[in-house]
């Protein structure tokens, strides 16, 4: 089974701090991606990545960069944090064929800003 | 641009009555269809997916879905639930013949209550 580890389950930072969070999955997916989870809006998409090293803004990305130096992971980075940016972040991979390959997904990030 | 709605934010029902989420979508192109479901503290997982061939998709737990073009739509049902649907179900529409063309799409969601 595709296993989609994300480094924290629950987070508390500061406004201004610098966040990363981490995503790693274990079936040398090509794709990769960051969602933000909240309640009445759904998953909208922050960024992907179809390979090491690139990356395609998604609906979301102001606020936000990527960084995917290795296949198998994904950061996702809040550059200065904003308590706008408290939400649920989901990752996910997929094999290629992005448009028409079901996504596999981790846990989630619940993350704070205070 | 495409986009998606499910028409329902809420949906409640009792224990093994049968039940139908509905998404419809807009698109200019032909799309790829998914369900995913997520259950409480957890990440999604897919439900089912149409990407082309017969309409009426089988996924997993007892669900399907219908696949109709010219409405636009792919509800999703399930004749009889139990209390351990009850979770929240998405509904994705993708788009895109290359990686850095595609777009995914999620609907707002539709939460699933089953009550005794």
């Known amino acids: 089974d595709v296993k989609v580890t994300q480094s924290s389950r629950y987070l508390v930072k500061r406004t201004g701090e610098k966040v990363f969070l981490e995503c790693v999955q274990d079936m040398d997916h090509e794709n990769m991606f960051w969602y933000r989870q909240d309640p009445g809006l759904g998953l909208r998409l922050i960024y992907f990545s179809y390979d090491v090293k690139m990356k395609e803004k998604g609906d979301i990305p102001e606020g936000y960069s990527v960084s995917r130096e290795k296949k198998e992971r994904f950061s996702l980075i809040l550059e200065s944090a904003s308590t706008n940016q408290t939400s649920m972040y989901l990752c996910?991979?997929?094999?290629?064929?992005?448009?028409?390959?079901?996504?596999?997904f981790g846990d989630g990030t619940r993350l704070s800003i205070l | 641009a495409q986009s998606v709605t499910q028409l329902d934010s809420q949906v409640p029902v009792f224990e093994e009555a049968p039940v139908e989420l509905r998404c419809n979508y807009s698109?200019?192109?032909?799309?790829?269809l998914f369900w995913y479901v997520q259950y409480p503290n957890q990440g999604l997982q897919l439900l089912l997916k149409y990407l082309s061939g017969s309409t009426l998709v089988k996924g997993i737990n007892g669900f399907e879905a219908e696949f109709n073009k010219s409405q636009t739509s792919f509800h999703l049902r399930k004749p009889s639930v139990h209390i351990s649907d009850t979770a929240e179900f998405f509904c994705d529409v993708s788009v895109g013949s290359n990686q850095a063309g595609t777009a995914l799409i999620f609907g707002k969601g539709t939460t699933l209550s089953v009550s005794s």
């Open positions: 996910a991979s997929s094999p290629p064929g992005a448009a028409y390959q079901p996504q596999h």
């Open positions: 698109s200019s192109v032909s799309v790829y």
